[in-house]
């Protein structure tokens, strides 16, 4: 990227920003190029950032900086973020935290076992209130997400490629907090999500690890998508059961557990629920 960026303080449109580990300028290392998009506060619109760093590169603010550089960017609407794999993933994600007006948020090629902290267990939910698409792809160790069923406005979901992944749900905080309760009530629970799709999570066993993925008559009262319509569901071969989805129209299930069970309302208002059971023949169908 070209140097003295910050200087183009009227600069509106800027499609892609390369974060790259060696520049033509002597002494003008990463924290250089950060500091440059921290100055970009009136780009607007789409923003796609490619980290090209090597994957032994260390991550070391120096000068006393303390990241925010993407905080004060509120009129981006859409993040994309694609990473090499390496080991300072959680660190720089850590420090290009988006505006809490940001609506579409994309990660791809994520390294770090868990998502950085302003997107850990509720933590999204608070720091991006507005998101109403979220995209992670080929994150191949991630294990923990954020409790995203809090987020107000998210509309859109698509979890790809994470062989890592066992629930979706962050089950370390929920048992001390009471986010599982929580579900019991559908305002709670991804209250305008409505298109689901889970593609490539060969590990994935179910929504949480804390027992409520089974759907058992009594005890705990499994979540239910009170807007879902669209749900697809390809190569999970170790989940077992869907929350209640109500109100589903569009159901797509490729290369999965033959036992897959779909919980689905009798009436509306009704404790009782019924189960689709998917067959072998329903699958290959």
């Known amino acids: 990227m070209p140097r003295r960026m910050r200087r183009l ?35 607007k619109g789409d923003l796609f950032i490619q980290v090209r760093i090597p994957a032994d590169a260390r991550y070391v603010l120096k000068n006393g900086q303390q990241g925010g550089y993407l905080s004060e960017h509120q009129r981006l609407t859409r993040i994309t973020f694609r990473f090499p794999s390496s080991n300072f993933d959680e660190a720089l994600l850590e420090d290009l935290q988006p505006h809490p007006s940001l609506k579409d948020l994309k ?3 994520y390294c770090g076992k868990r998502m950085p902290y302003w997107a850990r267990k509720e933590h999204l939910a608070i720091f991006l209130p507005n998101l109403v698409s979220f995209y992670l ?12 069923g809090r987020l107000p406005k998210l509309e859109f979901l698509r979890l790809e490629d994470l062989p890592d992944l066992e629930y979706i749900e962050d089950t370390t905080m929920s048992k001390h907090s009471g986010v599982v309760g929580a579900w019991k009530s559908e305002e709670s629970f991804f209250p305008s999500l409505e298109e689901l ?13 804390d027992g409520s993925n089974t759907n058992q008559r009594h005890g705990l009262l499994l979540p239910s998508f009170p807007c879902l319509s669209h749900l697809r569901i390809e190569y999970c071969p ?18 999965c557990n033959a036992n897959l069970q779909i919980v689905q309302d009798i009436e509306s208002g009704n404790p009782d629920y019924e189960v689709w059971k998917l067959t072998e023949r329903d699958i290959s169908n």
């Open 9 to 43: 303080r009227c600069l509106q449109k800027l499609p892609l920003l390369v974060l790259g580990e060696r520049t033509p300028y002597e002494g003008w290392g990463r924290v250089a190029q950060l500091e440059e998009i921290r100055a970009l506060k009136n780009v």
């Open 238 to 255: 170790n989940l077992a059961c869907v929350p209640l989805c109500p109100r589903i129209e569009v159901l797509t299930i490729v290369d």
């Open 107 to 109: 990660l791809e090629g």
């Open 137 to 148: 792809q080929s994150c191949h160790k991630l294990q923990h997400l954020a409790v995203l």
């Open 197 to 209: 799709e889970l593609w490539g999570l060969p590990k994935l066993k179910g929504w949480s690890g």
